[in-house]
Antibody
Framework: EVQLVESGGGLVQPGGSLRLSCAAS????????MSWVRQAPGKGLEWVSV???????YYADSVKGRFTISRDNSKNTLYLQMNSLRAEDTAVYYC?????????WGQGTLVTVSS | DIQMTQSPSSLSASVGDRVTITCQAS??????LNWYQQKPGKAPKLLIY???NLETGVPSRFSGSGSGTDFTFTISSLQPEDIATYYC?????????FGQGTKVEIK
């Protein structure tokens, strides 16, 4: 059974950093495209970043230069390193398997950026 | 970036009604269009992929159509468990973009 479990969210001050993790089971992260998608409170869905099976990475303009997507193949885990956080980064962050469709999603982890 | 314009933003319908949501892309995306259902406090769930293909296990009352720039999502007979927000999403180009969502309520 495919499962994605995010962790690492929490309260952080503006300008701070946080690393999100997404542990996968039932499939191999490194053989798939994997994305992060976020949802600000009461708002819609916003794609954040993708890592391709070959290792290429892409980012939304809103996070480019501040966020880094990566994976640990030995742990079958996806990461999102978030630096220079802003209030507008406050959201639930989901990891999703990205086969052009987001066919599997984690339960989400809440990131709150506030002083 | 490809903009996805979804309408209406919300609707209220009776159980058994036919519900239709539209999604318009700012440029031709062929059939690279998916539909998701999101219930409060839950992750989105894939319902329709490639504009018109029903994901395994999804009830047949859900359907999708369209290509190019204009797409339609239909619930043929609204059920109480269909109360949710529905999103379209294109994957023709990066960044992947979503419509703003349609909140479906029971009248």
């Amino acid at each position: 059974e495919v499962q994605l479990v995010e962790s690492g969210g929490g309260l952080v001050q503006p300008g701070g950093s946080l690393r999100l993790s997404c542990a996968a089971s039932g499939f191999t992260v490194s053989s798939n495209y994997m994305s992060w998608v976020r949802q600000a409170p009461g708002k819609g869905l916003e794609w954040v970043s993708v890592i391709y099976s070959g290792g290429s990475t892409y980012y939304a303009d809103s996070v480019k230069g501040r966020f880094t997507i990566s994976r640990d193949n030995s742990k079958n885990t996806l990461y999102l390193q978030m630096n220079s956080l802003r209030a507008e980064d406050t959201a639930v962050y989901y990891c999703a398997r990205d086969s052009s469709t987001f066919d599997y999603w984690g339960q989400g982890t809440l990131v709150t950026v506030s002083s | 970036d490809i903009q996805m314009t979804q309408s209406p933003s919300s609707l209220s319908a009776s159980v058994g009604d036919r519900v239709t949501i539209t999604c318009q892309a700012s440029q031709d995306i062929s059939n690279y269009l998916n539909w998701y259902q999101q219930k409060p406090g839950k992750a989105p769930k894939l319902l329709i992929y490639d504009a018109s293909n029903l994901e395994t296990g999804v009830p047949s009352r859900f359907s999708g159509s369209g290509s190019g720039t204009d797409f339609t999502f239909t619930i043929s007979s609204l059920q109480p468990e269909d109360i949710a927000t529905y999103y379209c999403q294109q994957y023709d180009n990066l960044p992947r973009t979503f419509g703003q969502g349609t909140k479906v309520e029971i009248k």
